[in-house]
């Protein structure tokens, strides 16, 4: 799909958000894509993600560890499996989620990690979340003690005690949480076996999980501690700010949001796309052999990237994206979506997901080759090949006859090439001490065939 000019009339009262957008662009001339899904998703007052549960039904989209809990399950076999591979026997594993949305991927790895004592008993959790309403889910979801207030309510209903994870079956319904398992065969754990505020500089929550784990939040990538890890970003990368480019006349040019001043009405301003009519600093870029006349370009996500591949490096572990993309050959991608359905993305800023789908060749050059790279390969491969068609069916075989139904059609959620099977895919970044370059038929879990 071709990049074409377009012009979208906000409905209803001018927001806050709008307004703010419009005052920047008077004062220092078009946005940039990227600071414009910046301000629209994380703006302190009216980002789309901050006060906000956006997941769900009831929401604007639903994602995989919402939809089949053996989505998150066989994640957690996967991080287990590589920690024992890259780590020691007796270090901590350390478990690290980029943008854990409600938490539910992080509580369905910790569910499977609390069946083995003695790896729960060195487990931490470390969430990376700049959204405080999303924290603040994450903590009711996930732990007994938080450092914020919780209302017990949110608890009434929740099943406690289940016993091995294949004999759990955890509902999913995308517009409520209270069929999800909750107190794991857990042993009593107090607040004071938590370190203190001076131990993580960056920190700004903190917790214990009912499973004992203690669990800590961050802001940013660069406000965790230096410590080997397992990095899980499951739709984290899609929703970075990204820059966009059209191939000219006259060369490359930058695609800005500006003000339609073809539509006078100061009081309901409206946006549109313009080219930059001269060369912009994000212009450097695009490669000087890219071949493609419309390109997007995730600088953030370049630079997490190469921190993920020195972290790993210097400190040891592996990180685990999953996303939807490709390997450097999508062009227009930008899209929002709002209540499931795709949304235009200048239309009411703030009230809608915006998105592009990630360029797993970008992102592999930015890693460098200090570290093994892995992927992309369809997210019905790398299940596949971690077996869930046997998880699966010792699922159905534990389950009433009435869950069956939401069961299977889950599976064919996350697992049918035509829905998530093919979009989303599967990308990873290893340590050379482990996967070396020398040994290429080496390979992590779930990147190669089970047998």
Known sequence: MQWQMSSSQTAGDTTHLMQHLSRRIQAAGPLTVA????????????????????????????????????????????????????????????????????????????????????????????????????????????????????????????????KLCEDINVKRDASSESGRPGNENTSPASASALPSDADVTGRYRMGLSKSGVPVHWYRSINDLPCMPAVYVAHEFFDALPIHKFQRTGAGWREIMVDIDSSISNALMPSLRFVLAPSVTPATVLINKLETRDHVEICPEGGVIAQSLAMRITEDGGCALIIDYGHNGTNTDTFRGFRSHKLHDVLCEPGTADLTADVDFAYLRQQAGDDVAIFGPIPQQSFLTNMAIDVRFKKLLMNSPAENHNDLISGYDMIMNPQKMGDRFKFFTIMSRRVYAADAPQEKPAGFVPAL
């Open 35 to 162: 600071s414009y899904m910046q301000e629209v998703l994380t703006n302190p007052v009216s980002g789309y993600y901050m006060h906000k549960d956006v997941f769900g039904q009831k929401g604007d989209f639903i994602t995989s560890p919402e939809i089949s809990q053996v989505f998150g399950e066989l994640v957690a076999v996967w991080c287990i499996h590589e920690w024992l591979r890259v780590g020691h026997p007796d270090q901590t594993l350390n478990l690290v989620e980029l943008g854990p949305g409600r938490g539910t991927l992080a509580a369905d790895i910790l569910r499977v990690i609390a069946q083995f004592a003695d790896l729960r008993d060195r487990t931490s959790l470390h969430l990376v979340e700049v959204s405080p309403k999303l924290s603040e889910m994450q903590a009711e979801k996930l732990c007994e003690n938080t450092n914020v207030k919780r209302d017990a309510s949110s608890e009434r209903g929740r099943p406690g005690n289940e």
